[in-house]
């Protein structure tokens, strides 16, 4: 027996559980999304490595013209199109004079400061989930270039004329371009491929240029490209939260006088009728609630009372009792703002729960009944003028 107990007892107690979570979840208000998450820029500072191959042109063998490149840079992304960055890059080049043929390399480091485009982006706008960017630089700097010994040492062995030949070291200005591509891995960190040409005067590889007074020193690099903080940030989605309809709690009122309580007092009926579910009054009633307030001006002693209704047959009682208390708000703000004390206007509302007229549509109303204590006098002495 308390085992049977025991079970009835554990399905009230699961049935209680059930319907107050049922409960609970009913009133959570529903949520309406009025602006999505967007991803937005984040300027950032970055720094990359790379390394790779060097050719500087002259009438040689390719082979004979190329050598080892490192390149070291830290930048900064003002905005997803523009950027700019401060960079060291050298190590030594290579030449060779074609007769007496003398093969020599020389030293040089070559600061520079480049601004970058990102051409993916503004060609393409920008996009967190693509893998790749394209980017193009200009820039100048200077290169030191320094130990230039086998170009001396063939100068004098050989009997070489090297025009431009110079020694301890030399400052050189730059004009430098290229393209380049970031392989992102992830949000910070990418493979890196970058081609650019250096322009230098004739003095960099110490021979007289065959076509024009520059020398040229171009670079195939590789590398990784690290972003030092986050490049892009996602900003919240917003909600707007959409309650359910709660009951409208309508402090205690005192019961109007109705029209039967006393006919006497009663100076003035009008109906202001409403669209279905609406609480706005249309301008084909402006007529009947200007007639209330001239008597209202006309009769200081006078004063109005405005009950709202709503038709049985639409909404439910909770939604039909709001609407009861809007549309005589509404008539009560009209004849408010012309003038009338809102100590002479009284406002009620009966929802569905008194339909005042058998015709359904005809309870979308808000009935305004204007009493006058004073016509109880003068009725009695019409009534007495009769007899």
């Known amino acids: 027996m308390k085992r049977g107990l025991c079970k009835n007892t554990l399905l009230v107690l ?27 820029f984040v300027p950032h500072w970055y720094v990359s490595l790379h390394a ?3 050719y500087d042109i002259g009438e040689a063998k390719f082979a004979d013209l190329l050598s080892p490149a490192l390149q070291a840079t830290i930048g900064y992304e003002f905005n997803e199109f523009v950027g700019a960055r401060l960079g060291v890059s050298g190590l030594w080049a290579r030449n060779d004079y074609a007769y007496p043929q003398a093969k020599y390399k020389w030293n040089f480091v070559q600061p520079a400061i480049d601004v970058k485009a990102n051409l993916t982006n503004i060609f393409f706008g920008r996009d967190i989930e693509r893998v790749f960017d394209i980017y193009a630089f200009l820039g100048g700097g200077v290169a030191l270039s320094y ?3 086998d170009a001396e040492k063939a100068d004098q062995r050989f009997g070489i004329d090297f025009q431009k030949l110079w020694s301890g070291h030399r400052w050189n200005p730059v ?26 005067p004739d003095h960099f590889n110490s021979k007289l240029g065959k076509h024009d007074n520059r020398d040229w020193h171009i670079n195939a690099l ?16 917003q909600y707007r939260e959409i309650p359910q309809p709660v009951p409208v709690v309508e402090p205690p009122v005192e019961e109007p006088k109705t029209v039967l309580q006393d006919e006497d007092m009663v100076a003035l009926v009008e109906n202001v009728q409403f669209e ?10 402006y007529a009947k609630i200007m007639r209330v307030i001239q008597y209202l001006n006309n009769h200081p002693q ?19 009792q709001r609407l009861s208390v809007e549309r005589a708000q509404a008539v009560a703000q009209f004849i408010s703002d012309r003038g009338i004390s809102s100590s002479r206007i009284s406002r009620y509302a009966k929802g ?5 007229f058998q015709v359904n549509e005809d309870n979308r109303v808000t009935i305004c009944i204007v009493i006058d204590e004073g016509l109880t006098k003068e009725v009695q002495e019409l009534r007495e003028s009769i007899k």
């Not at 006078?302 to 039909?320: R, S």
């Not at 569905?352 to 005042?356: A, E, I, L, S, T």
């Open 147 to 149: 130990n230039n010994d």
């Open 302 to 320: 006078a004063h109005v009372e405005l009950t709202g209704f709503a038709d049985k047959l639409t909404g439910n009682a909770t939604i039909n």
């Open 175 to 200: 004009v430098r371009g290229g393209l380049g591509a970031d392989f992102w891995m992830n949000d910070n960190i990418a493979l890196s491929v970058e081609g650019n040409v250096n322009m230098l």
């Open 14 to 40: 699961l049935l209680l559980c059930s319907t107050n979570i049922f409960s609970q979840q009913s009133q959570r208000p529903v949520r309406e999304l009025i602006a999505p998450a967007v991803d937005f």
């Open 222 to 237: 590789v590398g990784v490209r690290i972003n030092l903080g986050p490049s892009y940030g996602i900003t919240e989605p």
């Open 276 to 285: 279905l579910n609406k609480s706005v009054i249309r301008s084909s009633e």
């Open 352 to 356: 569905d729960r008194v339909q005042p």
């Open 52 to 54: 790779g191959g060097a």
